[in-house]
């Protein structure tokens, strides 16, 4: 059965992405920090703490605040166990 067939033509191309982002996942090619940054953003962000924008004409707010939250939430030591997976 192909289920391509029953999708709307706007919805394939996340499908897709969806499909692939899971096999990724799956294979541990895709890190749980990442994927949860990816899927829920940076949280909280103090903007007192963060450096400021370099180029706020050019760089929106809410992308400079991802930007920020992804270098300090992926730069932090991670746990690994024996076999190499994220803890």
């Known amino acids: ?7 709307f033509e706007k919805d394939k191309v996340l ?4 499909l692939a982002f899971n096999i990724l ?3 541990n ?12 953003g940076p949280g909280i962000v103090d903007r007192e703490t963060q450096p400021p924008n370099p180029k706020p004409e050019r760089i929106p707010e809410i992308s400079w605040d991802l930007l920020c939250g992804a270098e300090f939430l992926l730069d932090q030591p991670v ?7 994220e803890i």
Do not use: K, Q, V, Y
């Open 15 to 18: 499908f897709s992405a969806l």
């Open 1 to 7: 059965a192909n289920i391509c067939r029953g999708l």
């Open 79 to 85: 746990d690994i166990d024996a076999a190499g997976n």
């Open 25 to 27: 996942r799956h294979a």
């Open 29 to 40: 090619a895709i890190p749980a920090r990442e994927w949860s940054l990816l899927i829920r």
